[in-house]
């Protein structure tokens, strides 16, 4: 069995494409393009990637001692991770009641009783799921449900404000930059449909066949100034905050029983990883199993190496291939002169597998801003009011870190599985 490695190519565009309408051919023509690209072209290596000796080896037996998925119907078996996993199992957390899924009743669930809905929603995802109103193959995993559109011929309309919306200018921006637009989807134009404006992307899940997929948030603070800029007090965000942790208020903040939003957005940071690696783990879909979406309270690095752990499944290949692709990613975000002027804040990471491809990509920059020209930024710095850094490239630093330490611990229980 072989793996490859898969970016869906950015379509030829005119200047003129990414300043007015696209229309039903252009679009068809690009799709079309940019899908047979995809199922050809690797995103960083140009070379077939092969299982390790252990996903290739073929036996069940060494498969379910290494915790891989072995159920005959390629579904994860739910108790095939118990031995390393014991603090936080990845579950089926169904709440609309809609699918019903097996209960183990030595599994211990992640805790959501504390889960709170952040500031900038995660970018939305397509994952595999039959829905009557929506094309096969689409859901929504996170984020505002009315802000997607999706279509039948692999594209994603995205609902915008108007032409001069900030993800319209980022995407127009990164599209003159080859590097740069390797790592984002690909920019198909905008479309205006009954007055709405919608900006058209390469679903990236095209070709992915009941595929992992993880959405994580990357940046120390996923707000904008602007949006803490009111200093008012105010009660309900006062109630808000206790009714999570009773004794995260002052002194004075119980006296007064009101808080400032920039205190409560700040709170709800730290109540993530966010806070303190830069990124956090916003959701994530396993093979043949419903999202797991109320990850935002994993935030240490036992959690997070495990939940990684689960989600990888100790394939090491495609381990190996993330973090190179991470680091590849990485180097782009430095150099690129998008991002040298660009606050970045809400982006997130994407990545996808299945059995023969894997990809990762940088998605959703509704909150980037053009930085003023007396202005810089680093993406690593601790924030403070006015110097507008984000933390984006710190969290790349820990995301990679965190891949690398799952990547070794996997090394290690391969040492243990010697013949």
Known sequence: MTMTSTVLQRPVTTATTTATIVDKQQTAKATKA????SRNTMAWSHEKLRFSCIDNIGLKQLWKLIALDTAPNGTA????????????????????????????SNSNNINNENALELSAPATPLLLQQQTQSKPPGWMQLSGHPESIVPTSTGIVRKRIVGVEDSEVLAYQWISQEPKT??????????????SQHYIELQDLLAGFKDPCVMDIKLGSRTFLESEVSNKTMRPDLYQKMIAVDASAPTQAEHEAQAITKLRYMLFRESLSSSHSKGFRIEALRLRGRAPVKDLKTCRTGEQISQTIEQFLVARRSVQKELIKRLKHMRLVIEQSAFFNR???VGSSIFIVYDDHRVGAWLIDFAKSRQLPAQLSVNHRSPWTPGNREEG????????????EEVYARSSSHRGCLKI
């Open 392 to 403: 984006l490239l710190r969290g790349m630093d820990e995301l990679i870190r965190s891949f």
């Open 34 to 37: 940019a899908t047979t690209r």
């Open 181 to 194: 637009s390797q790592i984002v989807p690909a920019y198909l134009g905008l479309r205006e449909m009954q």
């Open 342 to 344: 660009h606050e970045i």
């Open 77 to 104: 078996s739910p108790t095939s991770n118990n031995h390393s996993h014991n603090n936080i199992n990845i579950n089926n957390n169904n709440k609309s009641g809609n699918v019903e899924q097996p209960k183990d």
